[in-house]
Structures are given as C-alpha cells and as structure tokens.
C-alpha cells in the first residue's frame, strides 16, 4: 500500500485556447478545442501531473511499469475518482500498442463489475506535442492484495467471486482474454462490490498471433501460457482459480521464482500432467517436462483442509473445493469454463440474468493488434480515439450511474415470478453490501489511513 504523498501545486496553465490547423498530409485536425487554462500542474511523489483543474487533492495510490495512480476529488460531481498517468506511452511499439488496448477496451466495454471510464484527456495542445495520456476511472476502496489478508465467510467470498466471473464472462463475450488477473488488478469497495481493472495486455480471442508467455503476472500464469502453447479463453479461469485458492490459503497458489520454477511449483501441487497432455508440447519443453521426476500431486482436500474454511458450513467448503478442482487443471481442455463456473452451486447462489447476460459489448476488432505499425502511427491512432471520446462525451463527462446497472435497478428487472431460492439469494446480497462483518468493517478501517 501507498501513504499518501504531499501534493505541492506548481503552475497555473494560462495559455491561448487550442486552435490546430490540419497537417499539410492531409492528416489529423485537432478538434479537442479545449482551452489551455482548464489544466494545472502538480508534483505528485516524482511524477508531474497536468490536469483538468476540476481535479483536485491529487494524492498518489499506486505506481507500476505501467504508470502512476493518484486519486482526486472530482469538483464538478463531488466524487472522488482515479486519475491514471500512462508511463512513457510513446517510448516505443510495446508501449504505444498497450496504452491503445487499454483506452480502447475501457472506452469499449460497460458492466458493474468492470472499472468505469469516466475521462481521457491530455494537456498537449496538438497531435505534435502529444505525449502524456490520462484516464479518469472510478475509484475503489481497496484492492484484494488487502482483502486476502481478511477472513471472510462464504457469502461474502463467493459473492466476489461471482462478481469477478461476471466481469471476466463480460470481456469473453466481447472476445477479450484480460490475460492478466490477479489480486491487485481486481478492486473492492466496502459495500462488497467488485470490479476489474487493467487492460493494457489484454487481448482478443482468436487473433492470429504468437501468444507470448510472458504476459501474465507469473504467479497466475496459466500451464498453457508457461508452456507456449497458445490461449483461449479460459486462461483467465486458471486465474481466477489462483486467486480463490490464494484467498483460502492465505498466500500465493504457486510462487515459482522464475518461468521453470513457475511450471514446477504447478506439477509439485498437481502432480505430472498425462502423456497425452505432454505429446502436445514442443519437442524441447517435452523433453525437459518428461526429464523431470513424477509428481504425484496432492487432493483438493489436502491442499484445502477444512480449517482453512470459515468454521459451520462443511457444504459450502465441499462446494469450493470443487470449483477450485475444476478450475486448476493443467488441461485447458478439462478446464471449466466462465459460464460454466457461474452455473457451479458454489457461485450459482447469486445468478442474476441481467448481471451474467448483460448487453454484449461490440467486438473488439482484433485485427488492430496485428498491423505493424510504427510508434507514430499509434500515437496518432490513440489521438484519433482521445478526439472521439471528447467529441462523444461533451466533456466535462456527466453519466448518471457511470452507465452502471446497480445491484437495487438490476432487482427490480427481474420478474415477479422469481423463485424462493433467488429471492433468499437478493436478500443475501443485500445483506453482504450493507458493508456489515468482516470485510466492510475492515475495509473501512484501511481508507481511514491507506487507499488501495
């Protein structure tokens, strides 16, 4: 977790409104026409910020290789929100090509259990200066780097699991492997809701490319990827499966110290995968897979004994040992699948048709992540998209709800013809986003000092 970092307020921007004439090939118009004085800039930690000047106590929560987080407070709505600085965007093809996927995605896909895009700006007056990208996302409480530290009951773990299964099936639909689950890309808030964040590896299914393994956070690397065997969807499944078993157990599933080590640690608690599964790999990683001495593996019930459970309920503990048994499986082909996870009685306590079947995204065009394109074509490629946002948008942003369907809207579709155990399930939920117990308590307590 990050402490709070001093803000100390450098300039005011006070420059000509953006007036960009068309470049002489015929090439972009910048039609953002924003004027220059709406930005100021800040220091936050080693990092300046130039933002929207309704954005203010700018206060750093995070910072990786992909950029830096600050929350803010949001002067025209009143909400507190998170301001992402993407980290040298331009510094070459890698680069510009995540920062697309990821604004493209967020401004693509819209479900509860999916981070809201709520703004994307820059402060550079034209496409020539353009070097510095902000998204503007909602802001969350925590994420579950903090929350698996907690000891929660079975509702409270199912639920958001049954959320995280919502979020992924909604990216699946729209033909996106996120690719990169984990703990601290899933986030919470104290009322127990969830959400997915972090799109800049993501990519689509079915693309005809290499699959690199190098694009999972390596603790929740799927065997597949470990192996260069290429991916589908339910690469994310293996993930998610990860992330329960580490919300269990209380520490990472399979702590490999590099790639090798990563597959070992898989087949220690596994055990070796058949023959037939090892005839499909590449002659080189068969021959070290096979070198390697047979693991018998260990059962669900050792790898999950009861007293990791929350004490009372033997039935629910029976139930998540058996999801957790069909989602880790080195054979993707054996793998259960996103829906099928959500049909799991463990899961299927929560089903709501309009949260599981929500309004399908349109498809990503995944042809866009196999053109060559140099660093300059991408820059002007996410220009492009940052000139549509704002044109579509009319910023400053007002979305009631962020284009959200809440819990209460979402209830109310359903007919009244639910049955009993639906019924019961709504009442638990409500139960579980009052924030009562363990997590809302606990989550509450950890904004009072750190945010996620």
Request: aromatic share 8%.
């Amino acid at each position: 977790m990050f402490r709070c970092c001093g803000v100390v307020p450098l300039l005011w921007k006070t420059l000509d409104k953006v007036v960009v004439g068309e470049k002489s090939d015929g090439g972009l118009r910048d039609i953002l026409n924003l004027s220059a004085d709406m930005y100021y800039s800040v220091q936050v930690g080693d990092t300046v910020f130039t933002v929207l000047k309704r954005y203010r106590n700018l206060q750093i929560i995070g910072s990786g290789a992909q950029g830096m987080v600050c929350s803010a407070l949001d002067s025209n709505t009143g909400d507190k929100v998170a301001i992402k600085k993407l980290s040298r965007p331009f510094q070459n093809v890698t680069h510009a090509k995540r920062a697309f996927r990821e604004l493209v995605l967020l401004k693509m896909v819209n479900h509860k259990n999916i981070i809201g895009l709520l703004n994307v700006f820059t402060p550079d007056r034209s496409y020539e200066e353009f070097q510095d990208l902000y998204l503007v996302t909602e802001l969350m409480d925590a994420s579950l780097v903090q929350v698996i530290q907690m000891d929660l009951d079975h509702e409270r773990l199912s639920y958001l699991m049954y959320q995280m299964l919502c979020g992924v099936k909604h990216l699946h639909d729209a033909g996106i492997i996120h690719r990169d689950l984990k703990p601290s890309n899933i986030v919470v808030k104290s009322d127990c809701s969830l959400k997915i964040l972090d799109f800049g590896l993501a990519r689509t299914a079915g693309a005809a490319f290499m699959m690199t393994p190098y694009v999972v956070t390596r603790y929740y690397r799927a065997p597949e990827v470990i192996l260069g065997m290429g991916y589908s969807e339910n690469v994310d499944v293996w993930s998610v499966g990860c992330i329960l078993g580490e919300m269990i157990r209380g520490s990472v599933m399979f702590p490999g110290t590099d790639h090798i080590d990563q597959w070992n640690k898989v087949t220690e608690l596994l055990g070796t995968p058949s023959e037939s599964f090892l005839s499909q790999l590449q002659p080189s990683v068969r021959m070290y897979c096979s070198s390697r001495p047979k693991q018998p593996g260990f059962s669900f019930e050792d790898l999950f004994p009861d007293d990791l459970f929350p004490p009372g309920n033997k039935t629910k503990a029976d139930e998540c040992r058996d999801l957790l048994s069909k989602m880790l499986v080195v054979d993707r082909s054996q793998r259960i699948s996103v829906i099928e996870a959500l049909h799991h009685p463990y899961i299927h306590v929560w089903y709501e048709r309009s949260e599981v079947e929500s309004i399908i995204p349109s498809k990503y065009d995944h042809s866009v992540d196999e053109k060559e394109l140099t660093v300059e074509d991408w820059k002007r490629t996410i220009y492009q998209e940052v000139i549509s946002y704002n044109n579509t948008n009319d910023i400053p942003k007002a979305v009631e709800g962020n284009g959200e369907i809440n819990a209460s809207s979402s209830s109310s579709s359903i007919s009244s013809g639910i049955d009993s155990s639906k019924k019961k399930a709504k009442r638990k939920k409500r139960e579980v986003q009052t924030g009562g117990g363990t997590l809302g308590s606990r989550i509450r307590q950890m904004i009072k000092g750190d945010e996620y």
